[in-house]
């Protein structure tokens, strides 16, 4: 039933791409291809063709990065594993579709997930084919606004992570500019406004049926609780085309901030601007609202601050000064105990899953975790971390073996000493308290 279910929602998809999705939204479109049109005519934009965009070696690539980047189905249940068969059979009527700009998105699968400091996150799932279809327009449009953006923007660029942007905010501190503007912008990806949005891309972009199927991709439905929801603001993150969308909106602050002269690096929609007093800061974050506001964004007062630099967190990372004035990084407090939690649900002991289940489980996150917070300059804590991580584990370990007659068996046949065997049996049920013996035998072995 349910594989009946996904051809029939694939065959819709198919119908709406050829047919263009209703009388409605072709009046529309057709009135984005006139301004777009006129546009093109007052500022020379780009002339990349969608028959660019859809060129055999644009979608070999854009398919090559769908499977590679994997991800869930979305409202038909199609696969990535899917994908490549259902293109050998429809793409030609797509392409079609495509080039006469009548292809329609389908709507997008809602998926909520919880935010560290409270609240949720919503994302919005494409269909794989979707997917497919905005990594096409990606691979077109992003060499023709990359090399436009500021240099201080690293989020989602090529050639670009999160690294550069936490270096290059070290470096300004080091500089002697101790004072943060930390700008945060209130449910950014939810309030991105359509007709702003557009206005910036009929300036860049030359061909209307590519402003229409952004559009589009813009006002395409969240499908909740069995409902499809149309949505007339915001870009859902999950699509590979919203990151490169809101660089495109974004990018006015920058300029205005480079015009302006101040030191500044931007992720995404975590912006920092780095200054050398508070009254300085003040009057930098009063120009930063009147400037999201021209964007009919609204800046977070609750989360927004001018603060000196080492109070305020950015990408997971703080900063402190060590002796000889050096400034150095340091994984955030907030970061930090954000690991532990997910270390404490994944090694729980009311899990009922076995050891080499949990790690894993484990395993690859704390892999992840190491591999971002590498620049960290702080072994200790690691150390720490990784002491703390290892007894989580032998807890675990010990409920497992729950009485103490097999504690000691198990500990004798991994050739422990007697005196640690007797107390780690004797222990019986208080698992926290017997998984710090070994830790205490090898911190005493280690300093004969």
């Not at 799932?125 to 449009?141: A, H, N, S, Y």
């Not at 969240?222 to 870009?235: M, Q, S």
């Not at 995404?268 to 609202?289: I, K, T």
């Not at 080499?356 to 150390?383: C, D, H, M, N, R």
């Amino acid at each position: 039933m349910r594989r009946g279910k996904a051809r029939h929602q694939k065959s819709r998809q198919l119908e709406l791409a050829l047919t263009g999705g209703g009388e409605a939204r072709k009046g529309r479109g057709s009135g984005e291809a006139g301004r777009a049109a006129q546009g093109k005519e007052r500022s020379g934009g780009h002339g990349l063709p969608m028959e660019q965009v859809v060129a055999r070696e644009n979608a070999r690539k854009a398919l090559q990065r769908v499977r590679r980047n994997k991800g869930s189905p979305g409202i038909d249940g199609m696969t990535v594993g899917e994908l490549a068969p259902f293109l050998r059979e429809h793409w030609p009527a797509i392409r079609e579709a495509l080039l006469a700009g009548t292809y329609q998105p389908s709507a997008v699968k809602g998926h909520q997930i919880p935010k560290s400091g409270g609240g949720v996150r919503q994302l919005g799932i494409p269909t794989v084919l979707d997917r497919f279809i905005q990594q096409l327009l990606l691979q077109g449009l992003q060499p023709i606004f990359d090399p436009s953006f500021s240099e201080h923007s690293h989020g989602f660029r090529p050639g670009r992570r999160a690294h550069d942007a936490v270096r290059e905010a070290q470096r300004y501190i080091q500089a002697g500019r101790r004072w943060v503007v930390d700008i945060d912008l209130e449910q950014f990806f939810d309030r991105v406004n359509h007709e702003v949005l557009m206005g910036k891309l009929h300036n860049r972009i030359g061909d209307p049926r590519m402003l229409r199927i952004i559009r589009r991709y813009l006002e395409a439905g969240v499908l909740a609780h069995g409902v499809v929801v149309e949505r007339h603001e915001g870009t859902p993150q999950g699509g590979p085309l919203s990151p490169l969308l809101a660089n495109v909106l974004l990018d006015d602050g920058d300029q205005e901030l480079e015009r302006r002269g101040h030191c500044f690096v931007r992720y995404a929609d975590d912006c920092n601007v780095y200054v050398r007093s508070q009254r300085a800061g003040e009057r930098v974050l009063a120009a930063l609202r009147q400037q999201y506001a021209k964007l009919r964004l609204r800046v977070n007062e609750a989360k927004s601050a001018v603060a000196r630099a080492g109070a305020r967190k950015f990408l997971g990372y703080s900063f402190w000064v060590a002796p000889g004035g050096v400034v150095r990084r340091r994984v955030a407090p907030k970061a930090l105990e954000e690991l532990k939690q997910r270390v404490r649900q994944i090694t729980r002991r009311s899990g009922g899953r076995s050891l080499p289940q949990v790690t894993s489980e484990l395993g690859p996150y704390l892999a992840g975790w190491k591999e971002y917070f590498k620049l960290a300059e702080t072994p200790g804590i690691f150390a720490d971390l990784d002491g703390w991580t290892h007894r989580r584990l032998r807890a675990l370990q010990l409920k497992h073996w729950k009485r103490g007659r097999t504690t000691f068996r198990e500990l004798h046949a991994r050739g422990l000493p007697a005196w640690l065997i007797v107390k780690g049996a004797a222990h019986g049920r208080r698992w926290w308290r017997a998984s710090a013996l070994s830790a205490r035998l090898a911190a005493a072995t280690s300093t004969r």
